[in-house]
């Protein structure tokens, strides 16, 4: 079994001991599992919507058969639908479209209702739905009366009020993607298993593509097969890897973040006077997708990656990753809320040879991570803090990027705080280490000029 996949039945205990306490509103009366005799997810077969994904399907201003109130549909199509279309994406398991899809049994547990369970994951402090972190007080109160009242329909015209999103992918790209990073081996699709893939990470291996010079300057995500892809995150390493391997994830140390995409998450875009180093020829690249399955489409062939524009001559400003965080992690059985602070002190800030410019951070941890934060502490470790990334709902399934617009600049004398919040539920202290069911508590920040750092690109970790 891959590594990355050993703790998972420990969320899954987690997220059964959640339910167990919560009033199963949805699922006692007689309609509880009658409703279509299929899995949720079957029912978007019915759904009067198009395939085409909720933002063409809105567009009448009518409510198109989805039978919602207006003030619930507009929650959900703000919240929800990006993933849980008619169609859904993304890996969610089955559609949150109609007020049908509210009414069947859930996927995960077939005794309770979808709105049943949607009524933990929107208030589930360890596996939020969204992912991303729980919705404002306002919208969970609207989604929150409507599931206690017995998901009501309604049939008034609701009117187009979903957000029109970015254009995303390599076609929206203001250049023409040079290199591409994607999901198979030896130029066939991935086949992500029908079964046994509810949560797999899946890693593909390249020789370096680029040449010693070579920048990239914006990228894009190919999103494939949009039912099955997850998150994708790209690493270089220098430890030699198969080129056109694929296989279960076992990361090498020096893994470094490139570049990352969750859903949500959009094309990015360097300033133009700055390319990303690619680290030259003698490098390997890692493309690790995250694919949840959990409809078990038997067809499910993903090309998913990323594609990146790049350029040989060097931009005037070159960016490169630092590594801040702390590798002093000890997690107490039973712990809630333990914190453990990596400080890049301000007597190594002040030899750098001019300010930095921050502009994206990635912050890591593993599946026990809750909370993550980096702050500037301007003019030293007891100055005031500005913050450079905070993330308070951290979630392992939903990482991503954090672009930094405008751009931190970081002085030389700043002390850089990075702080990591775990819960334990386990019986063990859990300690810093590459396997899932240790932790770790990394912030890779993208930064330049990347000369100005020197060749020590880790800070603060001891
Ligand atoms: C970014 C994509 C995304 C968004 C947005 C999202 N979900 Fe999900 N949802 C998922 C994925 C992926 C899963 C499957 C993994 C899991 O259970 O965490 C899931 C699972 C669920 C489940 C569990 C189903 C089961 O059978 O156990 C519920 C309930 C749910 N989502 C409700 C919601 C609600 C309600 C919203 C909006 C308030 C929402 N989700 C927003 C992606 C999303």
Redesign the pocket.
Known sequence: MPRLLRLLPLALAL?TACRDDADDDGCDGPDCGATDGGS?ADSDGASAADGEGSADSDGGGGNDGRALPCDVQD??DR??T???DAEPI?????S?WRVDDWKVP????PAAS?AA??A???VDPV?P????GP?PAEDLAV?QAWIDAGTPSDDAACGGNEPTPDPVGPEALPCEPTVEFVAGEADAPFHVPAEGAD?LYQCFTFASPVGATTQATAWAPIVDDERVL?HWILFRTATPQTDGGSGPCNMPQDAAFVAGW???GGNYELPDDVGLELGGTDVWFILQVHY?N?AHHPDAYDRSGVALCTVEDPREHTAGIVTLGTLGIAIPPGAVGHEAEGMCPSWITSYLTEPLHAIASFPHMHQLGRKFRTEVLRGGEDGPADVLVDVPAFNF??QTYYPNDPEVLIQPGDALRTTCTWDNPGDTTVHIGEATEDEMCFNFVMVWPIEAVGQARQCGLL
């Open positions: 997220a949720a929650v959900i919240h929800c990006s993933c849980h993304f890996g969610a398991p089955m949150l859930a996927i995960s547990d979808v369970v949607a933990e994951r929107i596996r739905m969204p992912a991303s919705m989604l949560n997850h969750a859903p949500g949840h959990v399934e939903n």
